[in-house]
């Protein structure tokens, strides 16, 4: 599912505009993104939580070419999901 | 700063943001979550601008084993739930590290070097620099390299010989050691003990003391100095202890090798010890003092090694009985053949229980291997008896010293 039909079908669920939903669209996603910069964890009970994560820098190998490359050290979010979202996925696996 | 925001939270952030109450804020949110959840439980994609993708993946089954029991399992296949962040929030969650960029190597640099010049190049502080040299004395320590300044110091290499005049000693003791009979080895996991303990210890505590003492004397001025002479200190220590376990490696062939590797490992944590002293303190004081300072120290150096000499005696005369009584265990030895796919650690396993006892099957067998890495096909061993080295599976401390013997060993083959 693509941005656009997420957009509709939560127009259709909630039953507001299009306009209304694009403003919380955008309020909650600066939300998420000024507390993931600041290395909060955001969890969600039956969803899952992001959590911003250190990585530390490594050396890679180019196979192609055998060139080594330093990595820098990065943050990353990290999507953790949570039980209920786990434990659909396992069902639809043993299907 | 590393808050847990849970949902509520959340729900009261956007309300406040959005200036609705925070029944509207919940009753958004609770949808997006709904939707999002059901959207990825059915296995499908969901992409959300601004936040992400999410994407279930399928792990085709795979095998792997039961760590506890190496019994095989199977993983069946299963979906694992993907989450790429959108390019705007990952940026916004990098901010900190967005400077760096990925660099490429040269061929010849090493990992080490560059985090060296990386922290001089981000602190450029004054107190980095002795640091930093004792970053790169330590490794070319690492690489046994001998500073040209440490030749060009009289003093040290006046007390580098001292050690080659006091090594006889010890390899008489040893000689006249190996001329009894050829079971040494016994002697070993009695003696070998003292050994781990010592050494370590003159090699932490003493370089620390002088400096801190320096340190009150002369405070920032003599940072450098102290630098300097803490990194001739430690070469010259690397080239001791280099010089030490060649000769216990040249002298060990003939006779047991484990018994003069330990004396030379004595004595060179001894006269460490006793250099480490008169090196710093030349440092502050004047030149003239220096010849006082290493005759003294080399006293009781030797005292000290004569101590450890009737220490070994004492070893000697206290182990023939058992030595004898051991004999007779391996009057009937268990011989086995090397065949293609067989290594020491599987006879080892086989027979003692436990793969790092290759080591003693080694030592029994010196004479006809030559490497224990290609012990060649059609070869005959003798497995020795359990107790003769004081072999035992089940006994942590025996499994480690028995590994702390394989290092050794291997050491000699690279």
Redesign the interface.
Known sequence: MNHKSFLEQLQIRLGKDRGEIDGYMSAFLQIMKERCAQMDVVSIQGFGSFEPKKKLERVVVNPATGKRMLVPPKMILAFKPGSAIKTKLKMLSSK | ???????PD?VS??AS??NVTKKE?E???K???T???E??????????????L?K?IWVEARGSVNVQTGEPVEI??????S?I?DK???E??????SS??????N?HVS?EQ?IAVESEALEQGSEVIPDESDMSVEESEGEQECDAESMSFSGQDSSTPEHGSEEPMPREDASSESSQPEIEPVVEPVAKEPVSEPEPNPVETAPDDPVEDENEIYGQKSISRRAFWWGVLTSLGVVVLACAIGYAIWAGKGSDSANVLKIGEYTLSLSRQSTDKPMVNKATEPVVLEVQKDTTATMPATEIKTDTAVVEQAFDVSTPQPRQAELEPTVGPVVETIRSGVFLTTLARKHFGHKAFWVYIYEENKGVIENPNQVPIGTRLTIPDAAKYGIDATDKASVDKAKELAVRIQSRYE
Do not use: C, Q, W
Not at chain 2, 39 to 52: A, N, Q, R
Not at chain 2, 76 to 81: A, V
């Open positions: 700063m590393n808050e847990k925001i849970s949902f959340l952030l956007l943001k959005m804020a009753a958004f949110l949808e997006f979550f939707i999002s959840t959207v990825i439980s059915s296995g499908e994609e969901l992409k959300i601008d601004g936040l992400g999410f279930p069946p296949g299963h979906y694992k739930l989450f962040p705007i929030l990952r916004a969650v990098n901010a900190p590290f760096f960029s990925v660099e490429i190597l061929d990992t560059m």
